[in-house]
């Protein structure tokens, strides 16, 4: 049974809820599931002003805990079309994890949250990849197997690089269900994957 951990930033909740599939689509495969959060790094009365998500149930990561892991599938909403600097503060702190090799030949795969369609979806996937190959990782994406990523019925994210959803400039457009259903197909993929290189 392969371990995955679902790691993620989320402050509005977009990228929680996009989590929660991608925990489910795993744990469809038979993996067993963590899913948890890198710490907030904006202080609390500005985090409250600006209505940030605070009452998340996912438990605060280590670094450390990693190396515990077959897979780990991170969620990031997109800053100017990269990682978001809470998730760039805990993998910066990963020093100890690349001196070591201990995340190398495992499964790393990378979901995000923007505001538009062409808010950065992509590029903050791939220059994720970046950084995840030089730890080590195992880089799996979306494969087009997952339909839901060609659909031109609605207006969606998703792509090969890894599931997305898009949450409007004010941030009131929740996940759709067909975003929901590629998280959950990235999941679902990414234990399959790990349970392999696991053997």
Same mark, same amino acid.
């Given at each position: 049974?392969?371990?995955?951990?679902?790691?993620?930033?989320?402050?509005?909740?977009?990228?929680?809820?996009?989590?929660?599939?991608?925990?489910?689509?795993?744990?469809?495969?038979?993996?067993?599931?963590?899913?948890?959060?890198?710490?907030?790094?904006?202080?609390?009365?500005?985090?409250?002003?600006?209505?940030?998500?605070?009452?998340?149930?996912?438990?605060?990561?280590?670094?450390?805990?990693?190396?515990?892991?077959?897979?780990?599938?991170?969620? #990031?909403? %997109?800053?100017? @079309?990269?990682?978001? &600097?809470?998730?760039?503060? *805990?993998?910066?702190?990963?020093?100890? =994890?690349? /001196?070591?090799?201990?995340?190398?030949?495992?499964?790393?795969?990378?979901?995000?949250? #923007?505001? %538009?369609?062409? @808010?950065?979806?992509? &590029?903050?996937?791939?220059? *994720?990849?970046?950084?995840?190959?030089? =730890?080590? /990782?195992?880089?799996?994406?979306?494969?087009?197997?997952?339909?839901?990523?060609?659909?031109?019925?609605?207006?969606? @994210?998703?792509?090969?690089?890894?599931?997305?959803?898009?949450?409007?400039?004010?941030?009131?457009?929740?996940?759709?269900?067909?975003?929901?259903?590629?998280?959950?197909?990235?999941?679902?993929?990414?234990?399959?994957?790990?349970?392999?290189?696991?053997?």
């Amino acid at each position: 049974m392969a371990k995955v951990l679902v790691l993620y930033y989320s402050s509005y909740g977009h990228v929680e809820t996009m989590a929660s599939s991608i925990a489910d689509g795993a744990r469809a495969a038979g993996a067993k599931v963590d899913v948890k959060r890198v710490p907030e790094l904006v202080p609390a009365e500005v985090a409250e002003k600006s209505g940030f998500k605070l009452d998340q149930a996912a438990p605060i990561a280590t670094p450390e805990e990693l190396a515990n892991y077959d897979a780990v599938v991170f969620g #990031t909403p %997109t800053r100017f @079309g990269n990682m978001a &600097s809470q998730m760039k503060n *805990f993998i910066d702190q990963m020093g100890g =994890l690349w /001196f070591s090799d201990a995340l190398v030949g495992k499964v790393g795969s990378v979901f995000t949250s #923007t505001a %538009t369609q062409h @808010g950065g979806q992509e &590029s903050t996937i791939l220059s *994720f990849h970046t950084v995840l190959l030089h =730890l080590g /990782f195992v880089v799996v994406g979306l494969p087009y197997s997952v339909k839901e990523q060609t659909t031109l019925a609605e207006i969606s @994210g998703g792509s090969p690089y890894g599931a997305t959803t898009i949450s409007g400039g004010d941030g009131a457009r929740l996940p759709s269900d067909n975003e929901l259903s590629m998280a959950y197909s990235q999941g679902h993929h990414v234990a399959e994957v790990a349970a392999k290189l696991a053997g």
